[in-house]
């Protein structure tokens, strides 16, 4: 890169919550500026959480979702002589929160629910058992760098 690198913008933390965390999530999961919309339904699905979960409230569910589908380790395509290898290599810790985030929101709008609240509910709640398809994309990431382990020698 020729410039320098930007710099990070502090977030401010969410009016419910007073989490930095939560306010990153919303603005992934807001579309076209409606930041307002986001968060309702972000706490529409918190609301729905609380009241399926057992122990704990719906943010702990939330947080411990996150943990549980956040990946350790990605493959990066790297070109050796005439082929591409796929090599592990391990993750940045902001990057590998925001990659949570991404596929938990991306997976939620997949599902068959009918609102957004509710999807992102059940996303939560599956992930948070360690199931679903977030988990799932997670799972199949850190076994293809498990199968990939033998090229870890080209890294870069």
């Known amino acids: 890169m020729r410039k320098a690198r930007a710099k990070k913008r502090p977030l401010l933390p969410d009016p419910k919550f007073q989490s930095q965390e939560v306010t990153r999530f919303v603005n992934n999961l807001m579309l076209h500026g409606k930041k307002s919309l986001a968060y309702s339904i972000f706490y529409d699905a918190m609301a729905i959480v609380d009241e399926k979960v057992e122990e704990g409230t719906g943010l702990d569910a939330w ?10 380790v990605e493959v990066r395509s790297r070109r050796v002589g005439g ?6 290599q391990p993750i940045r810790d902001d990057r590998k929160t925001s990659m949570g985030m991404k596929w938990l929101i991306s997976y939620s709008k997949k599902r068959n629910e009918k609102t957004m609240a509710q999807k ?4 939560v709640l599956a992930a948070s058992k360690e199931e679903g398809a977030a988990f799932k994309k997670k799972e199949d990431t850190h076994r293809m760098a498990e199968a990939n382990k033998a090229f870890s020698h080209f890294r870069f």
């Open 63 to 72: 947080k411990k979702a996150l943990e549980n589908i956040t990946p350790q």
């Open 83 to 88: 082929a591409t290898f796929q090599i592990p």
């Open 120 to 123: 992102l509910a059940a996303e």
